[in-house]
């Protein structure tokens, strides 16, 4: 599933629609069907199916015939359309290699408009392994169940919104860019080395000492990292003499990322998460670098005294900034798929996200269809020409109408009377033939007659 950014460039504007039309038709469809697609992009039938094979055969979409014509974005697909809107939001101007791969993401640099190098991560849950997360992560939180595509925007609006908060307090964390969709853009520290690549440290008690007290920091304002270890942890070395790389080492610069599975101190899994933490670091020292821990941070003694009394004294904690945070992102992301005005959402700008089970405009007026506009930025705004719920009518009557033939066509295949054959071929031809609001034939009518009068025949009707 690597990201080809070379074909990016040749996508075309219909490419661009169909690809939204799929993301809004994914709201209540695991595969969205063809007619759908063509009704919320707005594209005639044949152009539609044309553009559908064109993005097949760049892997943007999968197709899926089986049960009916339906198809359905791949994660490909979903990073062109995050990687438009920011694009056009000027947070990014180019992408390059990738750097890194989890279980969970990937990693690319990239660059801006002034030629500032930054990192873009997607989240691609559900791709090889964790597949526990609905259920080991909030990230449903009331909702029943969701896609993969949907937890991946999830987590991505939940670590960008704890990513600012931290990053506003004060702490050593990357430099949040913006967001979209499933990706997040960030500061690139490209002097720090993750602590899982460094073989050999001069002064390991200054190290982990550092790593200790970032740890029991973050924990004393009110939230939990969850995941703190050596993959997690960038380090930047101080040197007596930067310009001298062999001078003594005067201090090491401890940088923290991946914040998807942060929760609050008031958690009930709050401290066993800390201790987890702790032990990760304390194991990671011990087995690596043959230094031992004498002392570790406690729970109740050394983060729940202090994050009570900051709370009291300052009135807020830096979980319930993060929380609030994050249910912005999500309510922008809801005003702006409902197609909002600027002066009803004035922080919105066009172009934002569609979090498909949050959309209120949509659930209080299911009649109103979704339109894409890709003129602007992206924007998805309510059409009422065509909608899904009368779509699914006419597909209801058509099955009804298609299976009373099949059970027709099944019975005159049968060893049957002559006069039955006979009446069912003429049900079948009247059936394919009939139009409202047309007198019967009086061959018809007599037909009728005989049929009533047959008990055998009767029963078909």
């Not at 039938?45 to 339906?70: E, I, P, S």
């Not at 974005?73 to 890194?100: C, E, H, K, P």
């Not at 040197?239 to 401890?254: A, F, K, Q, T």
């Amino acid at each position: 599933m690597r990201l080809d950014c070379e074909i990016f460039r040749y996508l075309s504007k219909e490419d661009l629609r169909v690809l939204q039309a799929l993301e809004v038709g994914h709201k209540n469809h695991e595969l969205v069907p063809l007619q759908l697609v063509e009704s919320i992009a707005g594209l005639k039938r044949g152009g539609c199916f044309k553009t559908l094979q064109n993005l097949l055969k760049h892997k943007l979409v999968a197709h899926d015939g089986k049960t009916y014509d339906g198809y359905k974005l791949t994660y490909n697909g979903y990073d062109f359309l995050a990687l438009r809107t920011l694009m056009s939001r000027g947070n990014i101007a180019g992408v390059g290699q990738r750097v890194g791969v989890g279980k969970e993401s990937d990693i690319h640099v990239c660059t801006d408009d002034e030629g500032r190098q930054l990192v873009i991560k997607f989240h691609r849950l559900g791709r090889v392994s964790f597949k526990t997360v609905k259920e080991n992560r909030d990230y449903l939180q009331h909702r029943q169940s969701a896609s993969w595509m949907y937890l991946a925007r999830l987590a991505a609006a939940k670590e960008y919104a704890y990513l600012t908060e931290l990053y506003n307090a004060g702490f050593p964390v990357p430099e949040p860019v913006g967001s979209n969709r499933h990706a997040i853009v960030m500061e690139y520290l490209d002097d720090a080395t993750p602590m899982c690549q460094i073989r050999k440290l001069e002064k390991p008690e200054i190290l982990l000492e550092r790593c200790m007290s970032l740890l029991l920091s973050i924990a004393q304002s009110g939230v939990i990292h969850g995941d703190f270890n050596e993959f997690n942890l960038l380090i930047r070395t101080v040197r007596v003499n930067p310009l001298d790389e062999s001078s003594e080492v005067e201090d090491y610069e401890v940088y923290v990322i991946d914040f998807p599975q942060v929760l609050s101190v008031e958690n009930p899994d709050a401290k066993r998460i800390f201790e987890r933490d702790v032990e990760c670091i304390a194991t990671y020292f011990a087995k690596n670098h043959k230094y031992m821990v004498d002392t570790v941070p406690s729970f109740e003694e050394d983060v729940l005294p202090v994050y009570r009394a900051k709370t009291k004294v300052e009135g807020i904690n830096l979980a319930s900034v993060i929380t609030e945070g994050e249910d912005k992102l999500l309510m922008d992301s809801c005003a702006a798929f409902a197609g909002l005005d600027q002066e009803e959402c004035p922080d919105l700008t066009e172009g934002d996200d569609t979090l498909d089970d949050l959309l209120a405009g949509l659930e209080a007026d299911p009649k109103s269809s979704p339109t894409v506009d890709v003129d602007g930025e992206g924007a998805v705004s309510d059409g009422p020409e065509s909608t899904a719920s009368e779509w699914e009518d006419r597909e209801e009557k058509r099955r009804v109408i298609k299976s009373q033939n099949h059970v027709l066509r099944k019975q005159r295949r049968k060893p049957q009377g002559k006069d039955v054959r006979a009446k069912v071929n003429r049900q079948l031809r009247s059936k394919n033939k009939a139009k409202p609001n047309v007198q019967k034939s009086r061959e018809a009518r007599q037909n009728q007659r005989e049929i009533k009068e047959n008990s055998s025949i009767g029963s078909w009707f």
